[in-house]
């Protein structure tokens, strides 16, 4: 799979919006972009995945550039249990696998 | 619906000893995958199983092995312990084995090799 690069750490204060970063120049037409959180002491929660276009659910947003070689989670309103370490994974059409990195650990403030 | 499950919770076991680690997925999934998390380390794919075959496989060496059984809960072995073996095993179901199925996962077995 091919390799992103996150910060290592981001703040932000409680009900502000926050934009995680992600770079993936080396992605491939073919892969998919996940985000995937892990809160303390729990395994790993799926947030949102994409292709080309914007996506939207209920727990964010993932702005993709139009070509592809970055991307951003965007929480339009943090919580103190947005608080965890965010992944962001390049997974192929076909992978079995979510290769992990190291994440950005988000801290959320009061 | 009850989320994946994973037993036990906690294990100590001793260098050189074998541990067996359950998954049981979350209902209708039909794929199940095997994580490691070291301390401070995001989690790293050990294996995968699909249909009771194994589909995908992780750097890891031969002493780890998995199956799956017709109900499509999971084990993963682990012979001959070492020290590194320390960490988080987490589980993870999805409905099949592509990428456009997320994976849940469960709480994890914290295993401690001594």
């Known amino acids: 799979d091919a390799k992103t690069t996150q910060p290592n750490s981001m703040e932000s204060n409680e009900e502000e919006p926050v934009h995680l970063p992600c770079n993936h120049s080396?992605?491939?037409?073919?892969?998919?972009i996940h985000w995937y959180r892990q809160l303390p002491s729990q395994g790993p929660e799926y947030v949102i995945h994409g292709l080309t276009s914007n996506v939207n659910n209920r727990m964010a947003s993932l702005a993709i550039a139009e070509d592809r070689k970055s991307s951003t989670l965007i929480l339009h309103r943090a919580t103190l249990r947005d608080a965890a370490v965010y992944y962001c994974?390049?997974?192929?059409?076909?992978?079995?696998?979510?290769?992990f990195g190291e994440g950005t650990q988000l801290t959320v403030n009061p | 619906d009850a989320g994946v499950t994973q037993s036990p919770t906690h294990l100590i076991k001793t260098r050189g000893q074998h541990v067996t680690l359950r998954c049981s997925p979350i209902?209708?999934?039909?794929?199940v995958s095997w994580y490691q998390q070291v301390l401070g380390q995001g989690p790293q794919f050990i294996f995968q199983y699909y249909e009771k075959e194994e589909r995908g496989r992780g750097n890891f060496p031969d002493r780890f092995s998995a199956r799956q059984f017709p109900n499509y809960s999971s084990e993963l072995n682990v012979n001959a312990l070492l020290l590194g073996d320390s960490a988080l095993y987490l589980c993870?179901?999805?409905?099949?084995?592509?990428?456009?199925?997320?994976?849940?996962f469960g709480p994890g077995t914290r295993l401690t090799v001594t």
């Open positions: 994974i390049l997974r192929e059409t076909s992978g079995s696998r979510l290769t």
């Open positions: 993870a179901s999805s409905f099949a084995g592509g990428s456009l199925y997320e994976q849940y």
């Open positions: 080396t992605i491939s037409g073919t892969d998919y």
């Open positions: 209902s209708g999934h039909k794929s």
